[in-house]
């Protein structure tokens, strides 16, 4: 029975360490983007504030209504007035003392608001333009995650082209050094050729090594920026490929121009401005506003009806600024500053925007020239491995030309690859460059 217990025991360990162990997800690109858009922290973080910009702008507009306050109040302890009568008549002076209060008062009061220089208008405004602003943060920090998975999501594919390229090395290393041993056996081969194809063949598994192990980080960085749990096992799944496209200048600046978040966002700060200065002026200006209170008051808390006193009072308040220090005039100061920084800034970044643009179609144009050149060199490269091994076969070649071809081969499928990621992660920076959205749907 005890042994029977133990392998029980054992079996559920092993069922539930089965039970918990993480499916392995298969990642498309589009996968990988409506993963990131959905649970990448940052990018949450950055769409949270839109709450928070929504909530002031109805405390910006609560300003437009009155205000309706209620308030009680218990009388804990006090000291009455005493008034002297003076002497009259003969009669000796007398004292009293009068109570004008009551232990138990309950007051309703209101405000409202009938003009303030243009205040409440402003305040609103200026939380207005502050939400549209925060919507054109997330859209840039939306437009940055897409970027960076993209980015991610190639440097996966490539990680994984270079794990083949290295295999491939090690497989052709090992394929000619078989040969070499056939030829050795048969005295075909010198001892020479041999020792050279075995140190060959032992030098690329360490190269083959570090591209699994580039692999794996790549996979590390992918599931960070998807925010997926770091043991969670993933397959991306894709190639790099060619997509033909043809950046138009003018246009794409044009694009980038009316589209950047970065500028929009600039300008809905510039219309904050304004209005801060139209707020600050304002504080010059009079202020009209209709005021009131209903009270009751008793000596006793009870609901008895002789109990209670009611009075009320309805108030016309006229507010005159006349003095504060100067306090007006240094607050339009600092908000015409703050414009004027936003002016020099918005110029600076419609150069910088202009600059990206041009950079990335450069950057396009060289990846693309690469590619191409890079594809024919892998055709070639192939070509001259079957020739050198061929030749060595028939004695018409060294082991060193077949180790360079092999080397060559290497060399040619590493920088076609590089070639396609350049052009894959070209075409992300362009459409980065030129503010180009993204569906909203991927955010459902």
């Keep these: 029975m005890k042994k029977a217990g133990i392998i029980l025991l054992i079996f559920a360990v092993g069922w539930g360490g089965l039970s918990f162990a993480q499916e392995k997800i298969t990642l498309t690109l589009e996968d990988s983007l ?10 949450l973080a950055e769409k949270a504030k839109e709450d928070q910009a929504s909530a002031m702008v109805r405390e910006a507009f609560a300003n437009f209504f009155p205000s309706l306050n209620a308030q009680g109040t218990h009388i804990l302890d006090k000291k009455v007035m005493t008034i002297e009568m003076p002497s009259l008549f003969g009669m000796p002076a007398q004292k ?4 004008f ?23 609103y405004k200026q939380a207005d333009f502050n939400l549209q602003a925060t919507r054109e943060s997330i859209r840039q920090s939306m437009q940055d995650t897409v970027f960076n998975v993209k980015k991610a999501f190639y440097g996966n594919l490539l990680a994984r082209k270079f794990v083949d390229v290295a295999q491939e090395a090690v497989d052709l290393a090992e394929k000619h050094l078989k040969n070499v041993r056939s030829l050795y056996e048969v005295g075909m081969a010198s001892k020479f050729d041999l020792l050279r194809s075995e140190v060959q063949a032992s030098n690329l598994k360490p190269q083959l090594i570090r591209a699994k192990n580039g692999l794996n ?3 590390l960085g992918l599931k960070m920026l998807l925010g997926l749990d770091l043991k969670q096992p993933i397959e991306v799944k894709g190639e790099l490929s060619y997509q033909a ?13 009316a589209s950047r978040p970065e500028l929009v966002q600039l300008n809905y700060q510039k219309q904050m401005a304004a209005e801060m200065v139209k ?4 504080a010059y200006v009079p202020t009209l506003a209709v005021g009131g209170q209903y009270n009751y008051w008793g000596n006793q808390f009870n609901f008895k ?4 006193e009611s009075y009320y009072s309805i108030n016309l308040v006229l507010n005159v600024p006349i003095f504060n220090g100067f306090v007006n005039s240094a607050k339009v100061g600092e908000s015409k500053a703050m414009l004027k920084q936003l002016d020099y800034g918005q110029k600076g970044l419609t150069e910088r925007v202009k600059f990206e643009v041009h950079d990335a179609i450069l950057n396009l144009g060289q990846a693309k020239e690469s590619l191409f050149s890079q594809e024919k060199n892998v055709e070639q490269a192939q070509e001259a491995v079957r020739i050198a091994e061929l030749n060595y076969k028939e004695g018409l070649a060294t082991n060193l030309d077949v180790s360079a071809a092999h080397v060559a081969l290497s060399q040619a499928r590493t920088n076609y690859s590089q070639a396609l990621f350049d052009y894959a992660l070209a075409l992300a920076q362009l459409e980065k460059a030129i ?3 993204r569906d909203v749907s991927l955010e459902k």
């Design 96 to 99: 009293f003392k009068l109570d």
């Design 217 to 219: 980080t790549a996979e």
């Design 101 to 123: 209060t009551r232990d138990y008062q309950f007051a309703l009061t209101f405000s409202v608001p009938l003009y303030a220089g243009g205040r409440i208008m402003s305040g």
């Design 279 to 282: 707020m600050a002026r304002a």
């Design 435 to 437: 503010g180009a959205g």
């Design 305 to 308: 009806k002789d109990n209670w």
């Design 34 to 43: 409506k993963l990131a858009l959905q649970q990448n922290p940052f990018y």
């Design 245 to 257: 496209f043809e950046a138009d200048m003018d246009a794409n600046v044009s694009q980038a121009l």
